[in-house]
Structures are given as C-alpha cells and as structure tokens.
C-alpha cells in the first residue's frame, strides 16, 4: 500500500520527466514541507497520512493567502502563480464541503448541544469541526457556527 507521501514523490517524478516547471515546483515544496514537520520536535518521525494531509491543508491556505496579497499589492503574475500552485495542491485534499453540506452537518452537531450566547462557541465549535472532520476551512466551520447561534 502507498502512502500519501510516496504518491508525492511519484507525481513528482513524473512531472520532472514530463519537464512541468509549475507541478515540479509545487511538489517539491510541499514534500520539502512534509519532510520539515517529519524532523520538527525532539525526534525524527514518519508523518500518518493524515498528517501529511495537515501539512498539504497549511501550504494550500499559505498559497490563497499570498495570492490575495500579491494581487492587492498589484502583483498579478506572481498572484497567478500562486494561485496556480494551491490549484495544484488543492487536486490532493479531499472535496470540500458545500454550504448547503456544510449547514446541514453543523445543524446536526449543535442538534441535542445546549448551545446559546457567545459561551457556547466552544462547544459548538468543537462538535462542529468533529462532524466536519476536515472536509471545510476552520473559518467556513466557524462562521456557519455563528450564523447558527445568531452571535
């Protein structure tokens, strides 16, 4: 069985042999990124799949967030290249939720939570991003959270 990280390296190989700059790139990076978080911390470990899909979440946000300031600096060829990367990236996450998937499960999780006023959001928050489990941003958990409670 492969692993997350080995189907990296084996996309990455054959971008290089297909000579694609971008994907070769952008995978390089991200296995670079795998690669520090495995050696992070008092000792040397190999990352879980899970972990490795932590590490793709970060560096595609790092990318959103950086064309966003590309663009609003007026820098419109390196936001692209940003873009084009978290694209890229983005092919290896698993498909985000919907809004309408994304309300419906956070409806399900507040359902049987006494969850009322701002001391609630912890809670909630937590049941939430357990429904969720990873397949929306934190921030999209969040403000459906909000929305819910009327906050």
């Given at each position: ?97 919907s809004d309408d998937e994304l309300a419906a ?39 459906e959270v909000r929305r819910q409670l009327s906050?």
């Amino acid at each position: 069985m492969t692993t997350f990280k080995d189907r990296l390296e084996s996309d990455l190989h054959t971008a290089m042999k297909a000579r694609d700059e971008l994907v070769t790139s952008t995978l390089r990076m991200a296995i670079a990124a795998v690669r520090t978080e495995e050696v992070s911390g008092k000792a040397a470990r190999a990352l879980t799949d899970d972990e490795v899909l932590t590490v793709l979440k970060r560096e595609t946000k790092k990318r959103r967030e950086a064309a966003t300031a590309f663009a609003d600096a007026g820098r419109a060829e390196q936001a692209e290249r940003e873009r084009a990367e978290e694209n890229i990236l983005t092919a290896y996450l698993p498909v985000q939720l919907s809004d309408d998937e994304l309300a419906a499960l956070v409806t399900t999780a507040l359902t049987g939570l006494d969850v009322t006023g701002k001391s609630a959001i912890g809670p909630a928050m937590k049941a939430a991003n357990a429904a969720v489990a990873g397949r929306a941003e934190g921030g999209r958990v969040a403000a459906e959270v909000r929305r819910q409670l009327s906050i």
